[in-house]
């Protein structure tokens, strides 16, 4: 079993559709990265999180430290949020070095 | 945000030639960076922790004499692949982290190695 398991392995939605991507962990974390990769293959941090929720335009990130869950949810999903998508943890012993999930490849149609 | 480049973005080569990936932070000062491949379809795979002025860690099954990392500055580290073979043949990718930085890290746009 992974350390940190990401659900749907894949997605596809529909323009404008509401997305969640999910995220469960099993070690105990200082910080969960949500990450977005583009077919080009650069990765792009989205965001990073050990509480709560933030959100950045149409990107909303959620926690819950006690049941070891993230989500990260699409609003208004878009064909060019088609990527993969990748959450990785890092530990308060493992510093900056993360442990990433095996990533949910996103497509939206238009 | 903090901006990570990586030089070349592709190359090929033939087999048994070493090949240079550059991996700069450009407006901050990374004392710890990482290198990862990845195979298509895969996640990334962390292959060492490289820190200024010191050797790099590698992970478990990475052949540091194979893969050598050189951290020389605060805003370069730099991968060798030696004697690169057709199976050395993946998407390189570090990232950066910078001092005090609370556990981000900046990711490069990756390299894409073709070994022939």
């Known amino acids: 079993k992974n350390e940190v398991e990401q659900s749907p392995q894949n997605l596809t939605a529909q323009e404008g559709e509401f997305i969640t991507i999910n995220c469960s962990y099993s070690v105990g974390i200082s910080a969960l990265h949500w990450l977005q990769q583009h077919p080009g293959g650069g990765i792009v941090s989205l965001f990073m999180?050990?509480?709560g929720k933030k959100k950045h335009g149409r990107l909303i990130a959620t926690i819950n430290i006690q049941e070891k869950h993230s989500s990260l949810h699409i609003t208004a999903s878009h064909p060019r949020d088609s990527a993969v998508y990748i959450c990785a943890g890092s530990t308060k012993t493992s510093g900056s070095r993360l442990t990433f999930g095996e990533g949910t490849q996103l497509t939206v149609n238009p | 945000g903090a901006v990570v480049s990586q030089h070349p973005s592709r190359v090929i080569c033939k087999s048994g030639t070493s090949v240079k990936i550059e991996c700069r932070s450009l407006?901050?000062?990374?004392?710890?960076m990482f290198w990862y491949r990845q195979f298509p379809k895969q996640s990334l795979m962390l292959m060492a922790t490289s820190n200024e002025g010191s050797k790099a860690t590698y992970e478990q099954g990475v052949e540091k004499d194979k893969f050598l990392i050189n951290h020389a500055s605060l805003t370069l580290s730099t991968l060798t692949v030696t004697s690169a073979h057709p199976e050395d043949s993946s998407f390189y990718i570090c990232s950066a982290s910078p001092p005090g930085g609370h556990n981000e890290q900046f990711f490069g746009p990756g390299t894409r190695l073709t070994v022939l």
């Open positions: 407006d901050f000062q990374a004392t710890t």
């Open positions: 999180l050990s509480s």
